[in-house]
């Protein structure tokens, strides 16, 4: 019984002083940010691997998922006789929650555990130490223009996640299933608010891009500088990214749409 | 503290220092000192802190007790900026090389340059074709670092460290896993670089031939405490048992080889439990 | 760093195609061009009841969409409530005898508020007022009345 509870206040005190060294880690690699602005070259570069590299994963689920969307929404809208509003249906839902969502966890998946793989390989070569003794600042040179390419990535890649997947979702529900496409789209623009639903999902995405590229980098930057070290600190990152991001959008969405 | 090595002409020092890892104590109260101009070796076995006596002295790592002085500055008192000032007059070549894998070796050469000057590019190309000749390189400028073998990787990382033009290089464990002639050209290398350019070398190494031919003074450590000191001959001559041990390469003396343990014959025979 | 020229086209088409996706979410799913586009006037109506109208609610005339509500109020003496109404500045040909209901599109649907105009050569300005309006049929209330009637007749 003691052993428990020792196990627990110890467990405790570890993740406090992680938590703790995680926020000194992210004002670190903010305060980095202006240098970055002055060499766009590096930023540039990290755009590419965190971003280029994920385009085709986040457009090719997101043209699935609006498809998924625009079939199940029609079974179900069409025993109410409501199929004309199926752009509605697909359209909030890709843009309130599946859009910024699932691009977030496959970002995590994808462009997150790399991150967290390249950062712990560069770590257990002894790339970091070695740029420190070169009197180099490694996480103002190698973490802060990752960091600032998965925010900027993020909003876009969640963009275009939801506007492939409305299309997609169009494709199937009036190339297929026989919804007026004049009707999907004017519905859809009837009830789909700019400032509620579209800048409510794109702030979403921002604070997802923000929370995984720091989880991936911390967990990197924070690995054990072993393989085996590096391998959990990947899998760490995929799964703390997924629970943050999930809880993270229960709180938004509170905060966002609970008044309406 | 021997007095054939006068601290005026040190360009390191390190007093009283110590440091542990856990419960473990790697350094208890050691003096060193390096002088300028001169290669000086630190040997030992593996895991009485070599390495961790570099990134003291590149103050990576903070000492509990004592303290490392740098060309005059104490490093551990120093600002985050004094501190970076001063590291861009250390080279360090690490044990793995430590190039940036995503660059080229011509670019890794030209990193320290890059980030610390603002040369233009037609210098910058000279300068690091200048240091990638030193080392024999010139011609592997385009491979990637996972193209090279161990010893041209720690080459290039060396015409890396040289980039700056430091006072001090920190070589450590330079000659670890390496082929008989890539050895050979390290040695030679760490030699002439020394003699050339007027730099001070320290060596971190645990191989005794080698180090003992090109240093001009070695410290001998084991359990967080020096054990012997002296220029190679008087190493080489030195009556302490350990150091003799270690310099022979004998299986057994004041190193044991078994780890300590029960009594063999108990253990044996002691039944019923699983280890 | 060989590829750095396909490597920056690549970036530029990636954020190229993000920010398009996005303008796409803006313009084409989104009201904002509704916003954007054109110019509008307000005008006003008073109900007895407005049920579920909403603000953004669409207005009609003649089934075509001709702006949108933006503001329903109580007012507090007459207890009317005062519908503000956005109507595109190309429909600036409503005459003053304009007819205001609220409609619910379909059973289920949305209620929004058609116009009828009338014959009237004078037409509504900014800040007009409907006189003539209808109010919303409240299901309850019309079922209830269907059902006192139907008690009435049997007797």
Known sequence: MIQIIQNLGKSTRTSFTKLGRATYFLFQT???????LLRPRLLLNQLYSVGVLSFLIITISGLFVGMVLGLQGYYTLSDFGAEETLGVMVAASLVRELGPVVSALLFAGRAGSALTAEIGLMKATEQLSGMEMMAVDPIKRIITPRFLAGLISMPLLAGLFSAVGIVGGQIIGSGLLGVDQGVYWSQMQASIDFHDDIINGVIKSIVFGFVASWIALFEGYDAIPTSEGVSRA????????AFSILGLDFIL??????DN | MDNSVSSQDSIVSVRNLSFSRGNKKIFDDISLDFQRGKITAIMGPSGTGKTTLLKLIGGQLFPENGSITVDGEDVHKL?????YEL?????????SGALLTDMNVFDNVAFPLREHTHLPESMIRSLVLMKLQAVGLRGARTLMPNELSGGMARRVALARAIALDPMMILYDEPFTGQDPISMGVLVHLIKSLNNILGLTSIIVSHDVHDTSAIADYIYVLSGGKIVGQGTPQEIQQSDSEWVQQFMTGAADGPVHFHYPAKDYVDDLMSTGKRY | MQHTSTQDTLVGLF???GIVGLLFLAMQVSNLSSFIDEDSYTITARFENSGALKVKSQVSAAGVKIGQVVGINLDPKTYESVVQMSIYSKFNTLPDDTTASIFTAGLLGEQYVNLEPGGSDIYLQKGGKIEITQSAIILEKALGQFLFKSAEEKK
Do not use: D, H, P, Y
């Not at chain 2, 600002?79 to 501190?83: Q, S």
């Open chain 3, 15 to 17: 954020v190229a195609s």
């Open chain 1, 234 to 241: 990947t899998t760490r990152t995929v799964v703390n990214s």
């Open chain 2, 79 to 83: 600002r985050r900026t004094e501190l």
């Open chain 1, 30 to 36: 903010i305060s980095g940010t202006f240098g970055i």
């Open chain 1, 253 to 258: 969405t509170a905060l966002m749409f609970g």
């Open chain 2, 87 to 95: 590291r861009k007059r250390l080279g360090m070549l690490f044990q």
